[in-house]
């Protein structure tokens, strides 16, 4: 497998009013095209952060980073929108879909900042595969919060990105659509998707090859499932 | 799908506020194409008007002839008074074509309102050529000729009486005019001898009309009238500068409505998306995580604000255009002289104008919400939850 993402002595630091957060401390680690990756902590840890910085949304200020063979510090804003735009699919726990956008339209939202046109297809081929298909014309308010979440991981799909980045994709969930959702995540995976997810499930981390523990900034563990 | 249908969708998603927005551009669109529709049409009747009258200079008596020359038009007592052996004598002059006697008198009625009476010669009528008139001219020393609006509020037709009981004189109707749309709507119309006998101005002239043979030959005659003692002669030019002046200031007050109607109407499209944006924070900062770029912020915002203008301009324009008679009369009303004929037309252009005026309003008001939509960040929309 080639190395799709590779930290080197990353460290993140900001200010909280007078107080200087050291959200991650000299992390480094390297994550395959293919891998499907868990990070999991208490809350403050530092997870979401990781996530940003791998996700172009947010840089260092120490180290390095590395994804699909680009040094992120070396981007500029232009370049970081592209890379954001076109290898990463981003999912989160709020779903974040327009209200007034349908379905469909949601999922081909990001087409409109990429470089690739005409996915309609590729849209309704997303739908089927998120078991959609009958809902495409519907409001995100007629849908339940399972089928918003399918949506939105329609939607991280649609440029057919390298990279798919989830934080707490399962967190407004019941149980039942949790479980469509790791299978989902599953069969993604199963189809040579790099995944890496933020997650306080226990379930959703153990279905995970790699699971990152980070404490306080640092990882704390790192091992193989299974 | 694309940003600019996106730009819709958003709108619609605060009707009441983008509806109010958009009735706010309307007022402004609506009351900028009155201005210009108004500015071009009040200068066009005016020159229509005065080539109608075929009055091409007006002699008055010492004191300041034009204002004597724009209360004659108008309606107006002048306080001075031309020796009647004037009119023949500026009638005999060579190019003379048409020269009328005029006495105008003013009566205060008991609501304080005032009614011009005016005194005119037969050959008035060969200055007022457009003029109609329901019944005949005067056809007895006791006639009277009312304009459509004076007989409208003395509810008086062709063939009744009309009596005035500060001057004891009582009128037959012979003719009542057909609207004009000007200010001669509203006078009456009196005999000259009649007139200077129950205004006891025996032998006197407010002023005399002047229609020329040959209006090339303008400065010739006007210096050969210059010769008779005590009299001054104004040219239609002069009277129509004299008309500009005294309308300049209800124009100025009309554009500073509008200014002030284009600027509120500004502040309120850049509050009114400057709010949404500051809503819509989050999702634009989630639009940054998929790929949107600045420029791309930028340009939903801004359309969002054109489509607001240019909605606004559109249904302003159109309100002007269908509530254009109502707005005439207002003006009519309002402007101290107001010519025959309708202020405001459909001119394509002045349409066209005040869209795109609106339009680029828009663009402007776009410009600082769009620049604090662009900046939003994605860190934001993902950590604040």
């Not at chain 1, 200010?15 to 999991?40: C, K, M, P, T, Y």
């Not at chain 1, 989160?92 to 690739?116: C, D, M, V």
């Not at chain 2, 005032?114 to 006791?142: C, M, Q």
């Not at chain 2, 003006?331 to 349409?351: E, K, N, R, T």
């Amino acid at each position: 497998m080639s190395n799709l993402i590779t930290l080197k002595n990353v460290s993140k630091n900001y200010r909280r009013g007078r107080e200087q957060v050291h959200a991650l401390n000299d992390i480094s680690l390297e994550i395959n095209a293919g891998d499907f990756v868990s990070v999991v902590g208490p809350s403050g840890s530092g997870k979401s952060t990781l996530l940003n910085i791998i996700g172009a949304m947010d840089l260092p200020n120490e180290g390095s980073i590395q994804l699909a063979d680009k040094e992120l510090g070396q981007l500029n804003e232009k370049e970081l929108t592209h890379t954001r735009a076109d290898v990463i699919g981003f999912v989160f726990q709020q779903f974040f879909l327009q209200p007034t956008l349908t379905a469909r339209e949601n999922i081909l939202l990001p087409t409109l900042f990429s470089q690739q046109k005409n996915l309609q297809s590729r849209a309704d081929e997303l739908l089927a595969r998120v078991g959609l298909s009958d809902r495409g014309d519907h409001l995100p308010d007629e849908l339940s919060g399972g089928e918003m979440q399918r949506v939105a991981i329609a939607r991280a799909l649609i440029n057919q990105p390298k990279l798919l980045l989830a934080d707490e994709p399962t967190g407004n969930l019941d149980s039942q659509n949790a479980q469509a959702i790791y299978a989902l995540l599953d069969e993604l995976h199963n189809d040579g998707l790099t995944i890496i997810t933020v997650t306080h499930s226990e379930e959703l981390a153990s279905r995970a090859q790699y699971r990152i523990h980070l404490r306080d900034g640092s990882i704390d563990k790192e091992k193989l499932n299974g | 799908m694309n940003l600019f249908t996106l730009s819709i969708k958003n709108l619609q998603r605060r009707k009441l506020r983008s509806g109010l927005t958009m009735a706010g551009v309307g007022i402004a669109a609506a009351a900028l194409f009155s201005l210009l529709s108004f500015n071009t049409g009040f200068d066009r009747a005016l020159k229509e008007e005065m080539s109608n009258s075929g009055i091409h200079m007006l002699v008055s008596t010492e004191g300041c002839p034009l204002e004597a020359a724009s209360l004659a038009l108008h309606g107006g007592e002048i306080p001075k008074f031309l020796d009647g052996r004037r009119l023949p004598e500026v009638s005999d002059v060579p190019g003379v074509r048409t020269a009328t006697g005029l006495l105008i008198f003013s009566l205060i009625e008991d609501e304080g309102k005032a009614i011009f009476f005016y005194g005119v010669g037969d050959n008035y009528r060969d200055l007022k050529p457009h003029w109609k008139i329901d019944g005949e001219w005067f056809t007895s020393p006791d006639s009277i000729i009312l304009g459509a609006e004076a007989a409208r509020v003395e509810k008086r037709k062709v063939g009744d009486k009309v009596y005035f009981p500060d001057i004891d004189a009582e009128f037959t109707v012979s003719g009542i005019l057909q609207r004009t749309g000007s200010e001669d709507d509203g006078f009456f119309y009196l005999p000259l001898a009649t007139a200077q006998k129950v205004f006891k101005k025996e032998g006197k002239l407010s002023a005399v009309g002047v229609s020329l043979a040959n209006v090339e030959e303008f400065d010739q005659v006007k210096g050969q009238i210059e010769t008779l003692p005590d009299v001054y002669v104004v040219s239609r030019d002069q009277i129509m500068q004299q008309i500009s002046s005294i309308t300049a200031s209800s124009k100025t007050l009309m554009v500073a409505v509008v200014i002030v109607a284009i600027t509120v109407s500004f502040l309120g499209v850049i509050n009114t998306v400057l709010m949404s944006v500051f809503e819509m924070l989050r999702e634009f900062g989630y639009m940054r995580c998929i790929g949107a770029s600045p420029g791309h912020i930028f340009r939903l915002v801004v359309f969002e604000t054109l489509l607001l203008c240019l909605g606004g301009g559109i249904l302003g324009v159109s309100f002007g255009i269908v509530f254009s008679s109502i707005t005439d009369q207002w003006l009519h009303d309002l402007l101290p002289y107001a010519p025959a004929g309708d202020f405001i037309s459909v001119d394509p252009v002045i349409v066209i104008a005040s869209i795109l005026f609106s339009t680029l309003v828009g663009l402007l008001a776009g410009i600082i919400p769009g620049l604090k939509a662009a900046h939003a960040s994605p860190m934001e929309a993902v950590r604040n939850v």
